[in-house]
């Protein structure tokens, strides 16, 4: 039975910061049917993100984010170069499940303040695309500095994805616009600048550019960095290669060690925040974003069983490919689950879990150091005391995790 817009606006047991906007958001009908048929449409065109395991596989000389040198492989099969990888979707399976519930109008209260949130950016989307691509338009022209952009993507894509808009934007940025650079007169928002240094001395240490905290807060907080995006001259790889082999090249890899030494430095911070604050994690799997202008990346670490995955085989835009002034539904959906994992708690099943435990290999490297106990005195920092990769899959298959599993075949990482 369908609810009626009054009665979902006054469900019981729902916090009152959560009614609020409930009420605010389906006060009209014509919003209320806008959102539902842009989750509809989500949903129903859904593009699958993959996430393959990562192996660090060099000793590591522990330094600041931006100078880690780290070398990482992906995981196949040895005989036949099978790839392996898992779907986002399988990771985030409950996030896909409260949505499918939410959009047949029935309530979820264990996650009514992001699903709610993300409804309101559903219901504004045609403005908040028109305000994003005129901003980064400009920024593309006039050679405009990382921190303007920094501040049009969180402002008008990260925060409006979480309940409360609450965020930090590194204070580090030398210029610092203390409101929100779009042209779009009704925007006006003031920009909150704070310390997000995170790390260890004695293992890496650096700053996210943005940390989303989404409220509810309970110490979970996602990490983000953007990169700014440049054509890479690829002239040399594509001389003599008949135009049908051409593939298009993962921009990640040019950036890989910095974000993978952040991703991992942050779950591990994460694992303490939790610890020191009484609470039993939801999941030890941690994940952390990367944007860039027109693509973004997704790295998730478990710091308890030390399996690393990421996305950075592929460039996921965020802009619909049929139509460049329109953002990819998909990419939202998938950075909207990322900054609320607190509550979609993303999981990897127990028989993956147990085949690919301390696949990553940080643990092992840390302990080769005696460094892995130096992992809880990770924290919050005002001040804290590249390399070559293989992106490019060929014509060899792809497999999902869960046959690997079944598979009797050695694995290898390369």
């Not at 590591?60 to 040895?78: D, G």
């Not at 993507?153 to 979480?162: G, Q």
């Not at 990769?389 to 290898?412: A, E, L, M, Q, Y």
Request: negative net charge; charged residues 25%.
């Amino acid at each position: 039975m369908m609810l009626s817009l009054n009665t979902l606006c006054i469900i019981p047991n729902v916090p009152k910061y959560c009614r609020a906007l409930i009420s605010r958001h389906f006060s009209k009908k014509t919003e209320y049917l806008e959102w539902k048929e842009n989750l509809k449409y989500a949903l129903e065109n859904h593009h699958e993100l993959y996430l393959r395991p990562i192996r660090i596989v060099n000793p590591v000389h522990w330094t600041s984010f931006s100078r880690a040198p780290l070398q990482h492989r992906r995981l196949k099969l040895a005989d036949n170069d099978a790839i392996l990888q898992t779907k986002f979707s399988t990771v985030f399976s409950r996030g896909f499940e409260d949505l499918k519930v939410y959009l047949c109008n029935d309530v979820v209260d264990t996650a009514l303040c992001p699903l709610s949130a993300l409804s309101v950016y559903l219901t504004e989307l045609r403005e908040q695309e028109e305000t994003l691509k005129e901003g980064l338009s400009k920024y593309a022209k006039n050679d405009i500095p990382e921190i303007y952009v920094a501040a049009l993507l969180t402002n008008h894509l990260l925060s409006c994805l979480v309940y409360g808009n609450e965020y930090l934007i590194s204070k580090d940025y030398r210029r610092k616009p203390p409101l929100c650079p779009c042209s779009n007169n009704d925007c006006g928002k003031y920009i909150t600048y704070g310390e997000t240094g995170v790390g260890h001395a004695d293992i890496w240490y650096g700053r996210p550019d943005v940390v989303v905290i989404p409220k509810p807060n309970n110490g979970y907080m996602v990490p983000l960095w953007y990169i700014n995006e440049e054509e890479e001259d690829e002239e040399d790889e594509i001389r003599d290669v008949h135009p049908l082999e051409i593939k298009v090249q993962s921009k990640f890899k040019h950036f890989a060690s910095q974000v993978l030494s952040q991703a991992i430095t942050f779950a591990f911070y994460q694992s303490n925040v939790i610890k020191k604050r009484g609470i039993v994690p939801l999941t030890t799997l941690v994940p952390s974003l990367v944007l860039t202008p027109r693509h973004y990346y997704i790295i998730l670490y478990d710091y308890k069983n030390d399996i690393l995955l990421s996305s950075g085989h592929q460039d996921s835009s965020l802009w619909d490919d049929t139509n460049d002034c329109r953002l990819n539904l998909s990419a939202i959906l998938h950075i909207w689950m990322v900054l609320n994992y607190k509550d979609f708690v993303p999981t990897l099943d127990t028989e993956v879990i147990h085949h690919f435990a301390r696949s990553s290999n940080i643990h092992n490297i840390l302990e080769s150091q005696n460094l892995l106990e130096e992992t809880e005195k990770i924290s919050r920092k005002n001040s804290l005391v590249t390399s070559n990769t293989n992106d490019d899959d060929g014509c060899v298959s792809v497999k999902d995790i869960k046959d690997f599993i079944k598979d009797p075949h050695k694995r290898k990482w390369y």
